[in-house]
């Protein structure tokens, strides 16, 4: 099964910036969407996160509407890692940011990825 590793997150004021990496132990890229979930706090933990961006193989990337214009996805495919630029946060942006299989790719067996224990970002006002 495919590991992640999710790091970056950190503690910001208001209109701060900040960039997630998600490490990826396989070069999965090619065959598998990918993307950025979150789970804010006193959400279910038994529950999937909810979707934030993410992007495709052939690059296109989608999100999802309270963070269009501030979030980035991208991903260097040399690397396997997978980026989320984060600008002009806001304090409802604080939550656990996990990476996974983009849901399209969710249920496929090729995109088998294991769920990291993620990167809490928190943004204070």
């Known amino acids: 099964q495919v590991q992640v590793v999710e790091s970056g997150g950190g503690s910001v004021q208001t209109g701060g910036s900040l960039k997630l990496s998600c490490e990826v132990s396989?070069?999965?890229?090619?065959?598998?969407?990918m993307a950025w979930y979150r789970r804010s706090p006193g959400e279910e933990r038994n529950l999937l996160p909810d979707?934030?961006?993410?992007?495709?193989?052939?690059?296109?990337?989608t999100y999802i509407d309270s963070v269009k214009g501030r979030f980035a996805i991208s991903q260097d495919n040399a690397k396997n890692t997978l980026y989320l630029q984060m600008n002009s946060l806001k304090t409802e942006d604080t939550a656990l940011y996990f990476c996974?299989?983009?849901?399209?790719?969710?249920?496929?067996?090729?995109?088998?990825?294991?769920w990291g224990q993620g990167t809490q970002v928190t943004v204070s006002p």
């Open positions: 396989q070069a999965i890229f090619s065959r598998c969407g």
């Open positions: 996974a299989a983009a849901p399209s790719d969710y249920t496929s067996p090729n995109c088998k990825i294991a």
């Open positions: 979707l934030v961006a993410s992007i495709s193989t052939d690059g296109t990337a």
